[in-house]
């Protein structure tokens, strides 16, 4: 492979290795080591099953030996690229960023309900643990591993218990959608339908920028469209309970090791205070409502006048 017709684009955050784009910008190049070989495997698997995904165009061995595969561009500017863009000084998203998010949120769901996969015993506590990343955050919070937490974490299972199990990215989000599909599926795995897309716009706050109640409103809308049709249940019912386990993901490997990182010390604080707050909201009402949430700088301003542990 010529190198001279790649140019660098970033390294991986995730893994060892780095992405490049082709001259005409109609191609991309990422490498790295057996993880990225997995996430191509995978991703050749779900593009069979119309999945909105890149197709996966050549794949090998670089000189020094690291992995690489060559994949169609999808785009070349992320919804959450477009979302900044669009701001225009606010902070709330512009209303075709929504109405993109929607649509491709409505494809992946289709083809995922299209596609369904047959559990074994422990999958939905697998996925719980895999996707809140529940070992970590415990560790790191042990004042959290309590019967309470617990109680409501198997409350959310036991509502998610008949929801069919798919095929899923697992770290679905605007910085991962584009217009034609969604890239990075380098943490896949089994999730219950509508995990990936209806938590979308709920966690938009951790980039910047926030959805009103009415756009957030007309997304679901979308999704339960997609999923009435799809599966006969509207898959809005399950948004509390993965919000639960997305408060989760937020606070995992999130407590500093260096106690001089102030920033990240408050950014701790804050993701504990949400799952706080998520967790009262679900045990009160089998729901969680992200628009009672504060903002980082509200909750930094009431951290330093003494308002939150």
């Not at 074994?120 to 895999?130: C, E, I, K, M, V």
Request: hydrophobic content about 40%.
């Amino acid at each position: 492979m010529n190198e001279n017709t790649w140019r660098f684009v970033k390294k991986r955050t995730a893994a060892d290795g780095a992405v490049y784009v082709s001259a005409d910008k109609t191609r991309y190049r990422r490498t790295g080591g057996a993880e990225l070989q997995a996430e191509a495997a995978f991703q050749r698997r779900i593009a069979d099953l119309d999945y909105p995904v890149p197709h996966v165009l050549e794949e090998g061995v670089t000189d020094d030996g690291h992995y690489y595969v060559v994949e169609e561009s999808l785009g070349d500017q992320t919804l959450h690229e477009g979302a900044v863009a669009s701001l225009n000084g606010g902070r709330t998203l512009a209303d075709d960023v929504i109405d993109t998010a929607a649509q491709v949120a409505a494809r992946l769901l289709r083809a995922q309900a299209a596609h369904l996969v047959q559990p074994t015993p422990g999958t939905l506590r697998q996925w719980l643990d895999s996707a809140g990343f529940t070992h970590n955050v415990f560790q790191e919070n042990p004042d959290l591993d309590n019967t309470r937490t617990h109680a409501a974490l198997d409350h959310a299972l036991d509502r998610l218990g008949t929801v069919p199990l798919v095929w899923g990215h697992l770290d679905y989000g605007l910085p991962n959608v584009l217009l034609a599909g969604v890239i990075d599926w380098q943490h896949h795995g089994l999730v219950p339908l509508g995990y990936d897309v209806l938590p979308a716009l709920e966690i938009v706050a951790f980039k910047g920028y926030t959805a009103s109640p009415g756009q957030r409103h007309r997304y679901l809308a979308v999704l339960d469209d997609a999923s009435l049709n799809a599966s006969g249940q509207p898959v809005s019912q399950n948004l509390g309970a993965y919000l639960l386990v997305k408060a989760l993901f937020f606070l995992a490997l999130m407590r500093p090791t260096d106690p001089s990182r102030t920033d990240k010390h408050l950014k701790w604080q804050y993701r504990r205070h949400l799952f706080t707050k998520g967790l009262e909201q679900y045990e009160r009402t089998g729901t969680v409502d992200t628009a009672l949430f504060p903002g980082l700088e509200e909750f930094a301003a009431g951290h330093s006048a003494g308002d939150h542990p």
